[in-house]
């Protein structure tokens, strides 16, 4: 028998990933803040996602905010989550979320595709890996 899930929200912890979200629209970009929740943020419309593993089970996002930037949630197994707001939401633009939230992994896919276009066009992949890395390096974001 499938046993319907109960929303915890009531009065002393309604909104609390909005309030979450709150405190860290006053932050930079990508500030990280470690805490214990009172529920799960797909009480408030989260949705499973990936991210760069840094040990958490998982993975939630929120939908974009008016600036193109997302809340991002991760849940790890003592129980605690770790939140901070993306630059850019990955549903917005998956290549500009790389390039600002993650430039390490930004980098590395323009280094591989400078490999491969480079080879099917006949070159050296290292040269095109080399022409790749760089063009990664001047366009990544700061990461911050």
Known sequence: M???QHN?????NQDFWGQVYSYLFHHPPRTVIR????YHPQFEGAVKSTGLNVGQLSDWRFPPDVFKRGLH???FSDGSWAAHIDKIHP???LIGHLREDAPQVYKALTTGAGALLSKALGGSS???AVAGWIIGAFTQG???
């Open 73 to 75: 949630v991760q849940q």
């Open 126 to 128: 290292v040269a095109g």
């Open 35 to 38: 805490f214990y929740a009172p």
């Open 2 to 4: 499938h046993q319907a």
């Open 91 to 93: 549903e917005i633009s």
């Open 8 to 12: 915890p929200h009531h009065a002393n």
């Open 142 to 144: 700061d990461g911050k």
